[in-house]
């Protein structure tokens, strides 16, 4: 099974909203893209640091908002 399926399955069997799934989705991609498409099995704290900087320094992201339950 894929990654997002995988994602999306752990969701719904936690009866997430449609929206909170899309959500987190969006975000995963993101992380994904962000690192050039490598899987995430193979990155670590180092990448995650890397971008929750680049969110926060130059998207403007706060960590108060939807990238939060990544911390």
């Not at 990654?3 to 969006?26: G, I, N, P």
């Not at 193979?42 to 960590?63: N, P, S, Y």
Request: charged content about 30%; hydrophobic content about 40%.
């Amino acid at each position: 099974m894929k990654l997002m399926d995988r994602v999306r399955a752990t969701l719904r069997v936690k009866r997430y909203s449609l929206r909170t799934e899309k959500t987190y989705c969006y975000w995963i991609r993101f992380f994904i893209r962000f690192h050039g498409i490598r899987h995430p099995a193979t990155m670590a704290g180092e990448e995650v640091r890397q971008f929750l900087e680049h969110l926060a320094i130059e998207r403007h992201v706060a960590a108060s908002g939807s990238i939060r339950h990544f911390i």
